[in-house]
């Protein structure tokens, strides 16, 4: 396996992943809604939640700020 393909699934990433789908899912939004609010296509979307896509801190912010959520949510259980 790759270098970089291990950072994007490690335990730490897979939990980012898996609050976002949660805020999605509590929302009430499609992928499709989601890529709407942030200006990108749903497959991007699809590819972030998948763990095939990784995001840096901006691409995050921009999901935390489309399903009204602040970017702590998503990061809290990184902090020391």
């Known amino acids: 396996m790759k270098k970089a393909e291990k950072s994007i ?3 730490e990433y897979r939990k980012v ?3 976002l789908i949660q805020a ?3 929302a009430g939004l499609s992928q ?6 942030i200006g990108w ?3 991007y979307v699809s590819k972030v939640e998948a763990g095939q896509r990784r995001l840096d801190v901006v691409e995050l912010a921009r ?3 489309a ?6 949510f998503f990061t809290r259980h990184l902090e020391p």
């Open 41 to 43: 296509r749903q497959d």
């Open 9 to 11: 699934f490690t335990a």
């Open 63 to 65: 999901f935390a700020r």
């Open 32 to 37: 499709a809604e989601v890529a709407g609010r």
């Open 24 to 26: 999605r899912t509590d």
């Open 67 to 72: 399903y009204g959520k602040p970017l702590r």
């Open 17 to 19: 992943i898996d609050l």
